[in-house]
């Protein structure tokens, strides 16, 4: 016979085995229950043909239905699964590739039920290569205000690419180019060029040499006059503006940016007598500008 003791234990001993067999219930069920998930499937393209190329990157992955054990399932991660477009069979023109649910490389616990689009439909082109010019380019409109010449090293590029693409290159520019805002110089950079897609180049980069002026026109502005240095006194400046003939940069008299930049004012010496002055007055103009004629020559400052 058994004491007390003995029959704690064989309950306990009945409930952790019951416990066992709740929990491999459990992992039987779930582990047998299968799930269906829409998964993405890199697509990578190999063995294509030498001088041949695809016109437009195919998709860049499939959405394929996997259905599987769901704890499993649940697992995928879809940055292991690649499909391999077998490209050496394709030939210039339209090529149809059809997408077997069995060309999708997962494991044999799972089954793919589904492949979207199930075909590609991909162009192929023949590669050319040609040598055409080069040929420098600006940004901000700076050849409507600066006189340019220039060169670049080399002066042809070749390069290759789509047939049909190739064909209608006459030249490729280059990255449009910044210049300084010192007005006249010299520059030398080098420079990338600016491809279609699926266009390449050898070099890839030429070295540009610019000689660059900025250009100048005259032109007559009209400036208010203001006083400066009337600290405790009311000044008024008889007339209340002047006419300026100067030489200015393009950049400048176009839309009239060169407001807010030239300024005319008269300085008043400390304890300068009440009444009527007649007086010269001072201009100040942007960097690259050149003062031609003030009109007039001399204003007259009423102090009160």
């Known amino acids: 016979m058994g004491g007390p003791g003995m029959n704690v234990r064989r309950v306990g001993y009945d409930w952790l085995l019951a416990l066992l067999l709740a929990v491999l219930s459990w992992y039987l069920v779930t582990g047998r229950e299968r799930v269906d998930t829409w998964v993405r499937v890199r697509i990578e393209t190999a063995g294509l043909a030498e001088g041949l190329v695809l016109r437009g990157a195919p998709r860049d992955y499939l959405d394929v239905l996997v259905r599987g054990p769901k704890g499993l399932v649940r697992k995928l991660d ?54 055409v010019p080069v040929r420098l380019a600006f940004r901000d409109g700076a050849q409507r205000d600066y006189k340019l010449s220039g060169s670049v ?17 006459d030249f490729v520019p280059v990255q449009p180019i910044t210049l300084p805002e010192d007005g006249t110089g010299r520059l030398e950079t080098p420079v990338n060029l600016v491809l279609p897609e699926q266009v390449e180049a050898q070099p890839r980069s030429v070295r540009a040499q610019v000689n660059y002026q900025l250009l100048t026109r005259e032109a007559a502005v009209e400036v208010p006059v ?26 400048l008299l176009r839309e009239g940016a060169w407001r807010g930049l030239v300024d005319a004012f008269v300085e008043m010496p400390p304890g300068l007598a009440p009444g009527r002055h007649e007086t010269t007055y001072r201009v100040t103009l942007p960097q690259g500008c050149e003062l031609i004629q003030a009109r007039p020559e001399k204003v007259t400052v009423l102090v009160k």
């Open 226 to 251: 203001r006083v400066a240095g009337a600290s405790g006194h009311v000044a008024h400046v008889s007339p209340e503006s002047v006419m300026l003939r100067l030489r200015a940069p393009l950049p």
């Open 153 to 169: 090293e080399p002066s042809q590029v070749t390069v290759s690419g789509p047939e049909s693409v190739v064909k209608g290159i």
């Open 78 to 131: 879809p940055s292991e699964l690649v499909y391999t477009l077998d490209a050496r069979k394709l030939a210039p023109g339209a090529n149809t590739v059809v997408i077997a649910p069995e060309s999708i490389p997962v494991s044999k616990l799972f089954e793919v039920v589904e492949v979207r689009p199930s075909r590609l439909e991909l162009e192929v082109e023949r590669r050319l290569a040609r040598a």
